[in-house]
Nanobody
Framework: QVQLVESGGGLVQTGGSLRLSCAASGRTFGSYAANWFRQAPGKEREVVAAITWSGVNIYYADSVKGRFTISRDNAKNTLYLQMNGLKPEDTAVYYC?????????????????WGKGTLVTVSS
């Protein structure tokens, strides 16, 4: 079992920044790929960014490249998502997820554990 708890969401103006965190507990978090997904109202859940256990391989959705940065601190069992240059279209619930088998690129159905999400709202 892996328990994931996201934090750091909130309301921000266009162009602003937020830093999301995902605290993990349970199985050895540092052994697995970790991912950020998001789901906007009325839309399907989509991958935002992913990082392998070592941090060597990183994936970003085209829509966030150059604006978002994923990182992890395995000693603290924590995953981060630094979001800069936020746009109204970034408004969504952001979820942390773990894939025990590190399948690449990340997709929703391959995730084994999910957090409950944190809401990010970007006002225009």
């Amino acid at each position: 079992q892996v328990q994931l708890v996201e934090s750091g969401g909130g309301l921000v103006q266009t162009g602003g920044s937020l830093r999301l965190s995902c605290a993990a507990s349970g199985r050895t978090f540092g052994s697995y790929a970790a991912n950020w997904f998001r789901q906007a109202p009325g839309k399907e859940r989509e991958v935002v960014a992913a990082i392998t256990w070592s941090g060597v391989n990183i994936y970003y959705a085209d829509s966030v490249k150059g604006r978002f940065t994923i990182s992890r601190d395995n000693a603290k069992n924590t995953l981060y998502l630094q979001m800069n240059g936020l746009k109204p279209e970034d408004t969504a619930v952001y979820y942390c997820a773990v894939d025990l088998n590190t399948r690449w690129p990340p997709i929703v159905r391959n995730m084994d554990y999910w957090g409950k999400g944190t809401l990010v709202t970007v006002s225009s």
